[in-house]
């Protein structure tokens, strides 16, 4: 019985054969060889079966990025059961809607994150099967053979189209939805990857995305333990940490949100320390604003930008550093093995040469579906391509800017205005750290814009100042009619601003500090 080609299981068992000895993971300083990783994957995996788990059954975790659940993915891989990762940074509320959306087989919590899970799970019609993970390892937790389970197991192969991960999206215009990724979508996504951003068994990668997020498997994380490489692991993105991490373990590449290395740039540390071995980074979720850009040019790093969803497992558009430099907005091209198109947001027709309108992706890292949510998975998945939802622009020479999620685009005066637009050229204000444009309704114009931003260090606030910029780079009826400096922008698990909560802050002037970041 001979698992598929594309499965990810064949990964560390390929590794233990190869480089046993290398070390896959460095978790806080705790180690694990290949060789161990392999060994203890496939004994967790054999232990699930003999307890009546079968292909297609899910795994569900609320912990913190670990070892542990890197052995508890392979696992799942071999043994063709479906990984669910839960966000820890979840209220109660929420996160029983997930558990309950997922339905799993097993919850699998982290002793720190034991009172949330109990009321999470005081919110269910009924309890799930749960343990906790202790110090004892991950291996140690499975449960005895289901209750009722009188006959043997049957066993099967485990195949490309099986389901490994179901990762839910952020959902920043409503309930969270459960992505369906399958071995197939995993094993093409890191290809594409490796053609643009290689990674050998040398390298060194730190992984700071949560390994609730997609980012935290299919960016880097798999695609190095695929080619033999070592991955540092860290629960949580702290900027003073990661910046001795780089320079004390040696790392070659990372990847991030433009916020983490905006947050690493001001650090006080920044400038002294040894960034010599970092001669790449991956910036996802956002374009890198050109002042941030050049600050780590100067640093002697190179940046390849790209733009990825959930549902595309993630990779789809890419923007390498040598391009990155020239082309400040833009998302790139297509991935290798990613085919996307450009469609009028209003007939759905395909569009040719230079265009505007939705961004289509097809290809075999498209995900299966949502899980037990047929509806929502015939609205995304229509004609044979994934409708993203993202409005792009399309130049001459086939490169990509994503210029906003069609739902967030207001209309000011008859004219469309792209919130995105707004905010890459408030951006460029020195006194501007971060900031989030949202259209409010008006009695004149329809509707007008509001920026809420968060102050540089060093700065206090002048509206004044900051429109008046605007006036000189944006058409009038773009410029914001009402600006709100703010502590922070909240922000859902993915990065994406939470364009909701800022206008429910608008019409009821709720404190913003008590509205808070989802993270």
Same mark, same amino acid.
């Given at each position: 019985?001979?698992?598929?080609?594309?499965?990810?299981?064949?990964?560390?068992?390929?590794?233990?054969?190869?480089?046993?000895?290398?070390?896959?993971?460095?978790?806080?300083?705790?180690?694990?060889?290949?060789?161990?990783?392999?060994?203890?994957?496939?004994?967790?995996?054999?232990?699930?079966?003999?307890?009546?788990?079968?292909?297609?059954?899910?795994?569900?975790?609320?912990?913190?990025?670990?070892?542990?659940?890197?052995?508890?993915?392979?696992?799942?891989?071999?043994?063709?059961?479906?990984? @669910? #990762?839960?966000?820890? $940074?979840?209220?109660?509320?929420? =996160?029983? /809607?997930?558990?309950?959306?997922? !339905?799993?087989? &097993? *919850?699998?919590?982290?002793?720190?994150?034991?009172?949330?899970?109990?009321?999470?799970?005081?919110?269910?019609?009924?309890?799930?099967?749960?343990?906790?993970?202790?110090?004892?390892?991950?291996?140690?937790? @499975? #449960?005895?053979?289901? $209750?009722?389970?009188?006959?043997? =197991?049957? /066993?099967?192969?485990?195949?490309? !189209?099986?389901? &490994? *991960?179901?990762?839910?999206?952020?959902?920043?215009?409503?309930?969270?939805?459960?992505?369906?990724?399958?071995?197939?979508?995993?094993?093409?996504?890191?290809?594409?990857?490796?053609?643009?951003?290689?990674?050998?068994?040398?390298?060194?990668?730190?992984?700071?995305?949560?390994?609730?997020?997609?980012?935290?498997?299919?960016?880097?994380? &798999? *695609?190095?333990?695929?080619?033999?490489?070592?991955?540092?692991?860290?629960?949580?993105?702290?900027?003073?940490?990661?910046?001795?991490?780089?320079?004390?373990?040696?790392?070659?590449?990372?990847?991030?949100?433009?916020?983490?290395?905006?947050?690493?740039?001001?650090?006080?540390?920044?400038?002294?320390?040894?960034?010599?071995?970092?001669?790449?980074?991956?910036?996802?979720?956002?374009?890198?604003?050109?002042?941030?850009?050049?600050?780590?040019?100067?640093?002697?790093?190179?940046?390849?930008?790209?733009?990825?969803?959930?549902?595309?497992?993630?990779?789809?558009?890419?923007?390498?550093?040598?391009?990155?430099?020239?082309?400040?907005?833009?998302?790139?091209?297509?991935?290798?093995?990613?085919?996307?198109?450009?469609?009028?947001?209003?007939?759905?027709?395909?569009?040719?040469?230079?265009?505007?309108?939705?961004?289509?992706?097809?290809?075999?890292?498209?995900?299966?579906?949502?899980?037990?949510?047929?509806?929502?998975?015939?609205?995304?998945?229509?004609?044979?391509?994934?409708?993203?939802?993202?409005?792009?622009?399309?130049?001459?020479?086939?490169?990509?800017?994503?210029?906003?999620?069609?739902?967030?685009?207001?209309?000011?005066?008859?004219?469309?205005?792209?919130?995105?637009?707004?905010?890459?050229?408030?951006?460029?204000?020195?006194?501007?750290?971060?900031?989030?444009?949202?259209?409010?309704?008006?009695?004149?114009?329809?509707?007008?814009?509001?920026?809420?931003?968060?102050?540089?260090?060093?700065?206090?606030?002048?509206?004044?100042?900051?429109?008046?910029?605007?006036?000189?780079?944006?058409?009038?009826?773009?410029?914001?009619?009402?600006?709100?400096?703010?502590?922070?922008?909240?922000?859902?698990?993915?990065?994406?601003?939470?364009?909701?909560?800022?206008?429910?802050?608008?019409?009821?002037?709720?404190?913003?500090?008590?509205?808070?970041?989802?993270?």
């Amino acid at each position: 019985m001979t698992d598929d080609l594309h499965t990810l299981g064949r990964w560390t068992r390929d590794r233990a054969r190869t480089t046993p000895e290398r070390v896959a993971v460095d978790d806080r300083g705790v180690t694990l060889r290949y060789r161990d990783l392999d060994d203890r994957a496939g004994d967790l995996a054999a232990a699930f079966r003999a307890a009546g788990f079968g292909v297609g059954d899910r795994v569900a975790t609320i912990t913190g990025n670990s070892s542990d659940q890197v052995v508890l993915f392979f696992a799942c891989a071999q043994a063709g059961l479906v990984l @669910v #990762p839960l966000s820890w $940074r979840l209220a109660p509320r929420e =996160l029983a /809607a997930q558990l309950q959306r997922a !339905d799993p087989a &097993l *919850l699998l919590v982290e002793d720190e994150f034991q009172t949330l899970a109990t009321d999470a799970q005081s919110r269910l019609p009924e309890p799930l099967p749960s343990t906790l993970l202790g110090v004892r390892g991950v291996e140690t937790v @499975v #449960p005895s053979p289901r $209750r009722g389970w009188d006959e043997p =197991l049957v /066993a099967r192969s485990v195949q490309d !189209d099986d389901p &490994l *991960l179901i990762v839910f999206t952020s959902g920043t215009l409503g309930p969270a939805k459960g992505v369906v990724l399958t071995h197939s979508n995993c094993f093409w996504t890191n290809l594409s990857l490796s053609r643009i951003t290689e990674i050998t068994s040398k390298d060194v990668v730190l992984s700071v995305m949560p390994q609730y997020h997609v980012g935290g498997w299919n960016i880097q994380p &798999l *695609l190095a333990w695929w080619m033999g490489a070592t991955v540092v692991l860290e629960r949580t993105f702290d900027p003073g940490r990661v910046l001795h991490l780089i320079a004390d373990r040696r790392i070659t590449t990372m990847m991030g949100v433009p916020a983490n290395y905006l947050f690493l740039a001001q650090h006080p540390d920044f400038a002294a320390t040894d960034l010599s071995s970092l001669n790449h980074a991956v910036v996802g979720g956002a374009p890198m604003p050109a002042p941030l850009l050049r600050t780590w040019h100067a640093r002697g790093v190179a940046l390849t930008q790209g733009y990825g969803l959930t549902e595309a497992s993630p990779n789809v558009l890419c923007l390498p550093d040598d391009e990155a430099r020239s082309m400040v907005g833009y998302a790139g091209k297509p991935y290798p093995h990613v085919e996307v198109a450009v469609a009028d947001p209003v007939t759905g027709d395909l569009l040719g040469g230079a265009a505007t309108g939705e961004l289509l992706v097809r290809g075999p890292g498209v995900f299966s579906g949502y899980f037990r949510a047929p509806e929502e998975t015939a609205r995304t998945l229509r004609g044979g391509w994934l409708h993203t939802g993202d409005l792009v622009r399309r130049d001459e020479h086939g490169y990509f800017a994503v210029i906003d999620r069609l739902t967030d685009i207001f209309i000011s005066g008859g004219e469309s205005v792209a919130p995105a637009e707004v905010e890459t050229v408030l951006i460029e204000h020195a006194a501007v750290a971060e900031v989030a444009v949202i259209g409010v309704p008006h009695e004149r114009w329809g509707e007008v814009g509001v920026a809420f931003i968060v102050l540089a260090p060093g700065f206090s606030p002048d509206e004044v100042d900051v429109l008046a910029y605007a006036r000189t780079q944006l058409a009038a009826f773009k410029v914001p009619a009402f600006v709100r400096f703010v502590p922070e922008i909240p922000r859902s698990l993915g990065n994406k601003v939470l364009r909701r909560q800022l206008l429910e802050h608008w019409h009821h002037g709720l404190d913003f500090e008590k509205i808070g970041n989802e993270h």
